[in-house]
C-alpha cells in the first residue's frame, strides 16, 4: 500500500494461494458456478488460466515456514478450528495499512484495515487483525471437517536441527531445548550435528561451574552454547 503503483489485496490473496496449492497458480473467478432450483448447470467457469509458480516442494517449505510463523511468529494467534494453518502479518511505517493473510488446506483469506491518506495512522494494533481474520476464517470454516496438516511431497521431510547452528540436533542440543523440526528437500538437509552445545555442571547460587567447595545440593546440569 501507499506506492503509487502498487498491490491489492486481492493479489496478495491471489500470491498466497499458489502456496496453499502446491506452487500452481489458477487465475481466480468469483463465480464457480450457476445452477437452476432443480439443480441443473446454467453456467461452469471454465478455461482459466493456469501458471506454475514453483516446485511443489519449495511450496511446501514456504507454506511451513509461514505455519511456524502462525505460531510464534508475527502472526501468532491466528487460529480457525483444529486446521492448518500459515499466516502473515504486516503493517506500513505509517501503521496507516494493516494486512494479515493466511491460508489452511481449504482457503486463503486475505484481510486489510487501512486508510487512504498515508500520514493518518490507526489506533489498533494487530490483536485487532488477528481477531477479524479469525472471525472471517471461522465462518468460512464452520461446516467444514478439520485438517490438521498441509500435505507434504514424497522428496521432503522433517529434521530435527539445532537453532543455533542449523545443523543436525545431537542430545546436548536437546537437552538445551534449542532444538525443533524444519522441513528439507531429498539431498538438502544438513549432514553433521551440532557440536557447540555443552552440558556443565553450575552451582545455582552464583551460575558458575562449580568448585571442590561448592555444596553437593547447590550443583544443577546446565547447557551452553559455545
Known sequence: GNMRKGTTCYNLATGYYGLAAGGSYKEPTIIKSIKDPSGSLIYQSKNRKNKKLCSRENAAILTDFLRTNAIRGQAAGVSVKNNALAAIYGANKFASDQWLFGYTPYYTIGTWMGCDQPKVSLNSNKDFMIDLWNQVAYLAHKPLESIEKFPLPDQIHYVNISEKSGLLASSQTERARANYDELFEEGQEPTSYDTKHRTYKVCRL?????????????????????
Open 206 to 226: 552464583s551460575g558458575k561451574r562449580i568448585t571442590k567447595f561448592c555444596p553437593y545440593d547447590t550443583i544443577i546440569l546446565k547447557s551452553f552454547y559455545q
